[in-house]
């Protein structure tokens, strides 16, 4: 423990501040007391080794980033009890502000607000999840580069006097005719362009249709996805998405708040008693609200065609505040849906009417 401890009277550690990095880990440690007994940078490979000095139940905290979870279930395997907080929430607790922002500074912060006693910590994340959730994010990579793609074969063609409608399936359809024709302007340097430029198209489809099939294997193999996938606005990809960001949805303890960390809450600016609210926060996982509202989007153009109360619901809000606010009201909908569903064990259904539980009045006692 020499490389621990430090100074007379202090004690063992209790709580450690990490901020994480490629190459270097800064590490802040404080003893019961809030006594600094360390605050020093470690190489990448000598982290584990210094974690194992610590007494079990030692608090290790470390901001959200591409390798906490991975540290976070080393450390719980050391039977430290790892968490991860928010970026976000470690910021206010920096004493030298957003002007000292450093790596020592930083895993101080990170060591005070694990300290708190309302502190938000991020669940941790299981092999199995993050494996789900790289499918997501390549697919969403495929997505961006086949539009960037798209995009390009348009440009190259319009320089040459060629302009066809925006669906890709129409460029699709018309693309290999165009590269046929010798009477438009196009020389045989621009045509082996555009053919590059197609079979680029065609094998980001086919990764696009791989990543796909991934999803498509995970909603038919997990009953849990297979059960948020029912709702209406969500589908195979935001279910698999759902379930594998938020894992164990009881650590929420009612679907507002899952709602509220999805983001889909409005922003409140309230005081002296009066309620003014705005926009919606967009906190937590960005990919998982645009797929939510997404989805919503698609059930708000079809709601009129259903009779169940949800679609009733959302057909009349759609008149009444437009088709973007009801998409968004509709995934703040199926976002607390899904909670209850997951968390109580029964099927989606549609028709389904809540009623608050009766409230037992006891009359007084006469004199």
Same mark, same amino acid.
Request: some cysteine; overall charge positive; charged content about 20%.
């Given at each position: 423990?020499?490389?621990?401890?430090?100074?007379?009277?202090?004690?063992?550690?209790?709580? +450690?501040?990490?901020?994480?990095?490629?190459?270097?880990?800064? +590490?802040?440690?404080?003893?019961? =007391?809030?006594?600094?007994?360390?605050?020093?940078?470690?190489?990448?490979?000598?982290?584990?080794?210094?974690?194992?000095?610590?007494?079990?139940?030692?608090?290790?905290?470390?901001?959200?980033?591409? !390798?906490?979870?991975?540290?976070?279930?080393?450390?719980?395997?050391?039977?430290?009890?790892?968490?991860?907080?928010?970026?976000?929430?470690?910021?206010?607790?920096?004493?030298?502000?957003?002007?000292?922002? /450093?790596?020592?500074?930083? %895993? &101080?912060?990170?060591?005070?607000?694990?300290?708190?006693?309302? #502190?938000?910590?991020?669940?941790? $994340?299981?092999?199995?999840?993050?494996? #789900?959730?790289?499918?997501? *994010?390549? *697919?969403?990579?495929? $997505?961006?580069?086949?539009?960037?793609?798209?995009?390009?074969?348009?440009?190259?063609?319009?320089?040459?006097?060629?302009?066809?409608?925006?669906?890709?399936?129409?460029?699709?359809?018309?693309?290999?005719?165009?590269?046929?024709?010798?009477?438009?302007?196009?020389?045989?340097?621009?045509?082996?362009?555009?053919? *590059?430029?197609?079979?680029?198209?065609?094998?980001?489809?086919?990764?696009?249709?791989?990543?796909?099939?991934?999803? &498509?294997?995970? =909603?038919?193999? /997990?009953?849990?996805?297979?059960?948020?996938?029912?709702?209406?606005?969500?589908?195979? +990809?935001?279910?698999?998405?759902?379930? =594998?960001?938020?894992?164990?949805?009881?650590?929420?303890?009612?679907?507002?708040?899952?709602?509220?960390?999805?983001?889909?809450?409005? *922003?409140?600016?309230?005081?002296?008693?009066?309620? /003014?609210?705005?926009?919606?926060?967009?906190?937590?996982?960005?990919?998982?609200?645009?797929?939510?509202?997404?989805?919503?989007?698609?059930?708000? #153009?079809?709601?009129?065609?259903? !009779?169940?109360?949800?679609?009733?619901?959302?057909?009349?809000?759609?008149?009444?505040?437009?088709?973007? $606010?009801?998409?968004?009201?509709?995934?703040?909908? /199926?976002?607390?849906?899904?909670?209850?569903?997951?968390?109580?064990?029964?099927?989606?259904?549609?028709?389904?009417? !809540? +009623?608050?539980?009766?409230?037992?009045?006891?009359?007084?006692?006469? %004199?």
């Amino acid at each position: 423990m020499e490389q621990i401890t430090r100074g007379q009277g202090r004690g063992e550690a209790v709580r +450690v501040g990490v901020d994480l990095a490629k190459r270097v880990i800064q +590490v802040h440690a404080v003893d019961a =007391a809030g006594h600094v007994l360390t605050s020093r940078a470690l190489a990448r490979d000598k982290f584990i080794s210094w974690c194992a000095q610590l007494p079990a139940g030692c608090i290790v905290a470390m901001e959200t980033s591409s !390798s906490a979870h991975h540290w976070t279930r080393k450390l719980i395997g050391l039977g430290l009890d790892a968490g991860i907080i928010a970026a976000q929430l470690v910021s206010p607790y920096r004493k030298q502000g957003a002007s000292g922002k /450093n790596d020592a500074n930083d %895993a &101080a912060a990170i060591c005070e607000a694990a300290g708190r006693p309302q #502190m938000h910590f991020v669940p941790v $994340k299981t092999i199995e999840q993050q494996s #789900m959730l790289c499918v997501h *994010r390549l *697919r969403e990579g495929f $997505k961006a580069e086949r539009v960037a793609c798209i995009n390009r074969i348009r440009g190259l063609l319009a320089e040459f006097g060629l302009v066809f409608a925006q669906s890709p399936a129409v460029l699709e359809s018309v693309l290999a005719d165009v590269l046929e024709d010798a009477s438009n302007e196009m020389n045989t340097l621009a045509r082996l362009v555009l053919q *590059r430029a197609q079979s680029q198209w065609r094998e980001l489809d086919a990764h696009l249709a791989w990543c796909d099939e991934r999803i &498509a294997a995970h =909603a038919k193999d /997990n009953p849990t996805v297979k059960k948020a996938a029912a709702l209406m606005g969500i589908g195979p +990809v935001g279910a698999s998405a759902s379930v =594998a960001t938020v894992g164990d949805f009881k650590q929420f303890k009612n679907g507002a708040q899952f709602g509220a960390w999805i983001g889909l809450v409005p *922003r409140q600016h309230s005081s002296g008693g009066k309620n /003014n609210l705005g926009g919606i926060t967009k906190r937590g996982d960005t990919y998982l609200r645009s797929l939510l509202i997404q989805g919503a989007k698609s059930a708000v #153009m079809s709601a009129h065609k259903r !009779s169940d109360p949800i679609s009733q619901w959302t057909a009349a809000l759609r008149e009444r505040a437009g088709w973007q $606010k009801a998409a968004v009201a509709l995934a703040d909908k /199926n976002a607390r849906i899904l909670w209850a569903v997951m968390t109580k064990g029964e099927a989606f259904d549609a028709r389904h009417v !809540s +009623v608050k539980p009766n409230t037992t009045v006891v009359a007084p006692v006469a %004199a």
